[in-house]
């Protein structure tokens, strides 16, 4: 019997996230859905001379809320971000820590600021990193870290759904989480990657990212029974193919992410697709690379939006953030819009989202594309909850 | 009858379970594969000179390998060796499965003084674009045209039973028929590679025990 003849269903739920829009999902759909953004000027002379765009998280709320929580001992901002991040999930599925649930971090840099001759490795190591939310959440299951660039957080659910469906787990808790670092500001800007207004995914006057950071956490089982009390999504297909063309920049052909979705769309034995919530870094060669893959896959009719120009790219953390709250307008059944997008900037037609959009949203297209030639795409259903 | 002497592992049973069907270790200033040794330098004590040695001594004849971090360098190193000495025909979708201790520390730290100096001072995007594990992925990928499942993983020590599980679920859930996995560590002059491709056919039976004893 092969396994994916018997298929193992693994479901998601709608998670929680933390943004400068948010201490929680709640407080970040709020501010969605009455148009704000995260991205403001900042001004940090440590960072930059002049002042910049960017997505930072108030840190005097960050440390309150922390408090909030009552652990004993010294914790970064990064690690406050992801322990409030995850603490919803703790409180309620605690007691499946002790079983075979499985822990994620998915993050490109960690604690990365605190690299110095003068700290211990565990400071700044991601497995440090790892071992300290392990240990104060209490799973009992050796934490794994995934670091695949900006793909990292859409790959982690695959990965979690993978394990379980090959027997390994019964649940996962996910946590992505990236921080502003000096260290990857520096080295976009070295790149002159980096917008001189908030950024315009997919817009004519597009001209590069804009950073942020952010925390966001997903719980994934195979037992739907513990999560349909609530509105639950179905993981339905699922694939992450490299471009193998260059280290930095994206295939010009959208090869990889074409293929992703492809193989995702296959497995889901769907292509009715209501929605995609795409990668959308406002970089010329990204936004087009992606209209070329949706092309070819013949999405360019699917309403789409990128939420890059709200919460900034927020690097491990983006593509868990940005499932977690595309899931959470599923299941409101809207579209949001796609901020920054006024003048079609891409060669191939996509139906980018200008304004919300009520319609009933069943299944949802995550992807995302990163350093390294790497691409994810992620499909997700619906799952009828007994909500009361 | 000539008789015919198989390798131990060539046993019936194993024949449809994912198994190890090559592996290539760089350590201590050796370098073997399948378990001969094929190049011994321990008078090179510095990483990026022992590299190197092995790199010349190959033949690798890929030019990119001197702009590379050294994590990439031993990646791709590692994995041209692995599959260029082993007459193993190059799978477009042969997946990737890396992981490691220290992600790509030395590029960090070499990132991290470029900016800590005071005025003047510029990142270089030549450093910076090594500053993520998984370039190590897309450097091999390149090189050998694999459009495939790429990811890289940290834990804080070599994780078999991790490497087993996914690898296995690649396979068996059909995302790609053939896996390159492992453990390729560097931080400064402690390095190790241990790369290992499993499919379903003969081989080393795809176990903790076999991928620590093989390590």
Same mark, same amino acid.
């Given at each position: 019997m092969s396994a994916s003849s018997n298929k193992i269903s693994v479901y998601v739920s709608r998670g929680n996230c933390l943004s400068p829009m948010g201490i929680d999902v709640t407080e970040n759909m709020n501010g969605l859905i009455q148009g704000e953004i995260g991205i403001s000027k900042i001004v940090d002379q440590k960072l930059q001379e002049d002042s910049f765009y960017?997505?930072?998280?108030?840190?005097?709320?960050?440390?309150?809320?922390?408090?909030?929580?009552?652990?004993?001992?010294?914790?970064?901002?990064?690690?406050?971000?992801?322990?409030?991040?995850?603490?919803?999930?703790?409180s309620e599925f605690k007691v499946l820590f002790k079983?075979?649930?499985?822990?994620?971090?998915?993050?490109?840099?960690?604690?990365?600021?605190?690299?110095?001759?003068?700290?211990?490795?565990?400071?700044?190591?991601?497995?440090g990193l790892a071992n300290k939310i392990k240990n104060t959440i209490g799973i009992a299951t050796e934490p794994i870290v995934l670091s695949n660039a900006c793909v990292s957080g859409v790959m982690a659910i695959s990965v979690a759904k993978r394990l379980i469906q090959s027997g390994s787990y019964k649940h996962f808790v996910i946590i992505g989480a990236d921080v502003f670092s000096k260290f990857v500001f520096s080295g976009f800007q070295s790149f002159q990657a980096i917008s001189n207004q908030p950024c315009k995914p997919y817009d004519k006057s597009r001209d590069g990212i804009t950073l942020g950071e952010a925390a966001a956490a997903i719980f994934v089982t195979k037992n739907k029974s513990l999560i349909d009390n609530q509105p639950f999504y179905e993981l339905i297909g699922d694939s992450s193919i490299n471009d193998a063309n260059h280290i930095s920049g994206p295939s010009r052909t959208g090869e990889g992410l074409f293929k992703s979705i492809s193989n995702a769309i296959k497995e889901a034995e769907t292509d009715k697709i209501d929605m995609i919530s795409s990668h959308g870094t406002a970089t010329n060669y990204n936004d087009e690379m992606e209209a070329q893959a949706f092309n070819r896959a013949s999405l360019q009719d699917v309403p789409l939006f990128s939420l890059k120009s709200c919460f900034g790219h927020t690097l491990g953390a983006a593509g868990l953030l940005e499932t977690v709250i595309a899931l959470n307008f599923s299941t409101r059944n809207m579209i949001p819009p796609s901020i920054g997008y006024e003048e079609h900037g891409v060669t191939l037609p996509l139906n980018v989202s200008k304004s919300f959009q009520q319609k009933e949203i069943n299944v949802i297209l995550k992807t995302a594309s990163g350093f390294g030639g790497s691409n994810t795409a992620v499909l997700f259903r619906k799952g009828k909850s007994n909500e009361k | 009858m000539e008789e015919v002497i198989q390798p131990f592992y060539l046993e019936k049973e194993n024949r449809m379970k994912n198994n190890i069907i090559h592996y290539c270790n760089i350590k201590d200033g050796s370098v073997s594969v399948n378990g001969k040794s094929l190049y011994v330098n321990t008078v090179e004590k510095d990483f990026l000179s022992f590299i190197k040695t092995v790199y010349k001594q190959f033949d690798l004849a890929y030019p990119k390998f001197y702009k590379m971090d050294p994590l990439c360098?031993? =990646? &791709?190193?590692?994995? =041209? &060796?692995?599959?260029?000495?082993?007459g193993s025909e190059i799978d477009p979708n042969m997946a990737l499965v890396l992981s490691n201790k220290s992600s790509c520390i030395d590029i960090d730290r070499k990132h991290q003084e470029t900016i800590s100096q005071e005025a003047d001072s510029y990142a270089s995007p030549a450093n910076f674009v090594y500053t993520l594990p998984n370039i190590a992925l897309g450097e091999i990928s390149i090189k050998y045209k694999l459009q495939s499942e790429n990811s890289f993983f940290i834990f804080e020590y070599f994780n078999p039973k991790f490497l087993i599980d996914y690898t296995n679920s690649l396979i068996d859930l059909g995302k790609s028929n053939r896996v390159l996995s492992g453990w390729v560590e560097v931080n400064e002059n402690n390095y190790n590679a241990f790369l290992f491709i499993v499919e379903k056919s003969d081989g080393i039976e795809l176990t903790q025990k076999n991928l620590i004893k093989l390590k």
């Open positions: 960017g997505a930072i998280v108030d840190k005097n709320r960050l440390h309150t809320s922390f408090q909030e929580l009552n652990y004993v001992g010294e914790y970064s901002d990064l690690e406050k971000m992801m322990l409030i991040t995850v603490d919803k999930i703790k079983d075979d649930c499985g822990l994620i971090i998915s993050t490109t840099k960690g604690n990365i600021d605190e690299l110095s001759s003068e700290v211990d490795e565990e400071n700044y190591a991601l497995y | 360098k031993l =990646s &791709i190193v590692a994995a =041209s &060796i692995l599959l260029e000495n082993t």
